[in-house]
């Protein structure tokens, strides 16, 4: 199947996700800075962070497996109506408790790379449900490059009053990035209101034969689950030291400001999705787990060489770089896990995959934040490049028979 020729229902969610990830790319951009211009501290910074993404592990905790027993259009649905009335109230209130609310729903800041949050699962099986085989693996590098690509778009705004020569100064003035995020849930809104869902699967009646074969499967696949949640929980920890705070970063190590910092972001972004179309073609050649383990492997060195960067715009650089290789296998990984379960549990896999990397990731911030707030400029690098070592390590050992499988 060509990706011309992609289901209906599969061209939605990619475009939903394209509409959603542009005001996720401002506020991964932005939101950092808003809080940081508010007088929070780096620990405080991390504190919210921490909140919106363990709001998000608790909700995939309950979301995940119910999309295998329920209407996974109607979860998606009742997710950007939260998102929009989220970003709504961040425009509009006051109230620092009021944005911290929202925040802590929406998730903002943290980077979702367009995926519905904690809703995430919901549309991963709902994607794997619509396509199998060598289609699947090309959806899922085709929706992680929309997502970037869209992440890019809406970083690169937050330079936009900058040059309406608005700038700044005024903290009022990052209010009006939660527009983005608005706009793009109710784009989503509309997207996914078209959609038809597949019927469900009818609950399969075996025999007593059948019955000890189905078991057997299950406890294979449990296995892999848990295999997937450990080396998940490292990555998880890693990204959360560095991911949700490199605005931050920019900002304390380089004096720069939000229309700087825009930018450089969706270089990264735009990078990272030329990473996912490279991706996806490795994935097809030599399979899934080597293109993962070798990209990343690249995008580790590149982890290490940042915080030696003199300057700026060589820390650009090497940050964009080494997004193409690490956060362009995104799909990739994505295409790994729906593959470890049968059709009827891939809400459960989703959600070990979002569940195991989410809540690790929620610690993260709070460290990076601490350290970076106290001058520690290169530490939270190291940290995260040896967490990522282990992942990897991990990784190749526990899923690299995959690639050997027929798809």
Known sequence: MSDRHLPRNVRLLLAARTARSVGQGATVASFSLYLHALGYSGAAIGTVLMAGLLFGALMTLIVGPLSDRRGRRGLLLGYEVAAAGAALAAMLARSEWVLIVAATVAGFGRGANGAAGPFAPVEQAWLAREVDGAARRRTFALNATLGFLGMAAGAALVALPALLGHGFADVDHYRLLFLLPLAGSLVSIALLGSAREPAPLPPATPGRAAARAAAHVTRAENRQLRRLALTNAINGLAIGIIGPLMAYWFARRFAQSPAAIGPALAASFVL??????????????????????????????????????????????????????????????????????????????????????????????????????????????????ALQALYLYLYRRYFGALDDLPA
């Open 272 to 385: 990272a999705a030329a990473g996912s179309v490279l991706s996806g073609k490795l994935s097809l050649r030599f399979g899934a787990v080597r293109s993962v383990v070798w990209m990343r492997l690249i995008g580790l060195l590149l982890l290490l060489a940042t915080p030696y960067a003199p300057v700026f715009g060589l820390a650009v650089v090497l940050y964009a770089l080494r997004a193409a290789f690490n956060q362009g296998t995104a799909g990739a990984r994505q295409a790994v896990a729906a593959g470890l379960t049968r059709a009827e549990r891939r809400g459960l896999a989703a959600s070990v995959q979002n569940l195991s990397l989410q809540i690790p990731r929620a610690a993260g911030p709070v460290l990076g934040g601490w350290l970076i707030h106290a001058g520690q400029f290169t530490t939270p690098f190291l940290i995260a490049a």
